[in-house]
């Protein structure tokens, strides 16, 4: 059950685990699809409002933290934020921070609905159609020598759907009788799909954008085979196209996989990404693109329940010692102050006393460009990149990085007792009731932080280190903070199972 709440939400509170296993998976699937949606601008537009601030990054970061510490919609936060980094839209080079919110709730209102509603709705947000370049794209003029903006079409097919390459439906690479990988799109593909785009603007940042029928391209297009009928409106355009890259036999395993990544394991077996697969194309009742059922499938595969990853690079046919995944930074911050059950000060508003950005690498809705923090695919040198392994998260975790983490985990542990209202606090009473006890320390420290999982070989370690501290006479302030900080260092920890 534990391992099942770290990949599912933001990591579990106190007593979350033993409420999961009375109420069991299915009824808790249920009540997280039901809840309503912790939205992140109306929070956000209070939190500045309570301080006397505009709506900046620090505040729309506050209510991110916010919703993703107290938020009872656990799943569907989970889903929105990995989501995010799929569709990517960033402060850097986009909207304001306003704008940001609204996009990100768009993301929580729809993480449960299909994956079609999810596309158009990204493709119309104007925030998107900032970052990406789709406002205001015009269908070509002759006399002032311009053209389509191509931005926004060449990414919903690299990015938002196909993907680069075509692939089996298992997520192996399609190749020529050459041996070479098989593109999902050619530049005419993006060049006509620009024109289907054409004829957007938008009001505000708070609806969605609208046409502008002497902007739009009404002529005949060609897009992956697929002819749009000259006349059409930009409205008869733009489904169309949502329909041609929805159903696209590509885009269920390119998002599948992405799903996968973002949200269970960096290498899932073939088999794995199979069965998602086969989900999304159908949800058992002729749905295409369900995401219900398809995070289900995921979060519920017999892969991911047995501990089962790609087979190591002997071919042994073992189960791998590569499951799981590398935890983000965030997401590890996360799952600590949900472990700790952390407080704000401020009785009006939560503040990003975490700063995300400046001690993560990462920040929602502030990755550096379109393709994310990170590669999907990406491995670091050495044993992970020789057996042909993946790692993405690996690729933020500079030496700088992992050190303002710990440093930011030591803050955060050591600020339980804090009365500063920009700060968050939390109550350690008992784990000052235990830590003369080294065993019943332990015990709690392996429940709260673990869900009972903890290793033989670290449980023996703290136990040590607790031994060590109490022969020096440190205080018992002193032993919790150290062995707290100990336990977010280890890899059991900042390692997702």
């Not at 301080?51 to 970061?61: A, C, F, K, M, Q």
């Not at 749009?228 to 159903?247: P, S």
């Not at 073939?270 to 749905?287: A, C, P």
């Not at 080294?438 to 370690?461: C, H, I, K, Q, T």
Request: net charge neutral.
């Amino acid at each position: 059950m534990a391992k099942f709440l770290y990949r599912a939400t933001f990591g579990p509170k106190p007593g979350e685990i033993e409420s999961l296993s009375a109420m069991g998976i299915d009824a808790w699937f249920g009540e997280q699809f039901r809840l309503a949606p912790s939205l992140h601008r109306p929070s956000a537009e209070a939190f500045a409002s309570a301080s006397g601030t505009s709506l900046g990054e620090g505040v729309r970061l506050s209510a991110w933290w916010a919703n993703t510490l107290e938020g009872k919609d656990q799943l569907r936060q989970r889903v929105a934020y990995a989501l995010s980094q799929i569709f990517v839209v960033s402060r850097s080079g986009g909207p304001d921070s306003q704008a940001l919110a609204e996009y990100y709730d768009l993301l929580v209102q729809h993480a449960f609905s299909n994956f079609r509603d999810i596309l158009k709705t990204v493709t119309l947000s104007p925030a998107m159609g900032k970052y990406l370049t789709l406002i205001g794209s015009k269908k070509a003029d002759s006399v002032k020598n311009t053209f389509p903006d191509e931005n926004y079409a060449r990414e919903v097919m690299q990015l938002f759907s196909l993907g680069l390459w075509q692939l089996h439906s298992n997520g192996m690479p399609k190749l020529d009788s050459f041996g070479n990988k098989i593109p999902t799109y050619t530049q005419e593909d993006v060049e006509e799909l620009a024109r289907v785009f054409t004829g957007w603007r938008k009001d505000t940042y708070l609806k969605p954008m609208y046409s502008v029928s002497r902007w739009h391209d009404t002529g005949e297009k060609k897009v992956l085979g697929q002819v749009f009928a000259q006349g059409q409106t930009a409205e008869q355009d733009l489904e169309q196209a949502i329909d041609l890259l929805v159903n696209h036999p590509n885009t269920p395993i390119f998002i599948s996989i992405l799903l996968i990544k973002r949200l269970t394991i960096s290498n899932p077996r073939r088999s794995y990404i199979d069965r998602v697969v086969k989900v999304f194309k159908d949800n058992g009742k002729g749905i295409w693109g369900d995401m219900e059922a398809v995070i289900k499938a995921i979060l519920l595969d017999e892969d991911v329940l047995a501990g089962k990853a790609m087979a190591d690079y002997q071919n042994t046919g073992k189960s791998s010692r590569n499951f799981g995944k590398v935890k983000e930074p965030i997401v590890a911050m996360a799952n600590l102050c949900r472990a700790l059950d952390v407080k704000s000060n401020d009785p009006e508003r939560w503040w990003d006393f975490a700063s995300s950005q400046k001690n993560y690498g990462q920040a929602p809705l502030r990755a550096p460009s379109v393709f994310n923090f990170y590669e999907p695919d990406y491995a670091p040198k050495g044993e992970i990149n020789d057996k042909l392994l993946s790692s993405p998260e690996f690729g933020i975790l500079s030496m700088d990085v992992v050190r303002r983490i710990s440093n930011r985990m030591w803050i955060c542990i050591a600020s339980s007792q804090s009365t500063n209202k920009k700060k968050w606090s939390w109550d350690r009473s008992e784990y000052e009731r235990t830590v003369s006890q080294p065993d019943e320390y332990v015990a709690l420290v392996n429940e709260r932080l673990f869900g009972g999982l903890m290793s033989s070989e670290l449980s023996l370690f703290l136990k040590g280190m607790l031994e060590g501290l109490e022969l020096n006479n440190k205080s018992a302030d002193r032993k919790i903070k150290d062995t707290l900080f100990a336990v977010q260092c280890s890899p059991e920890f900042r390692c997702q199972e």
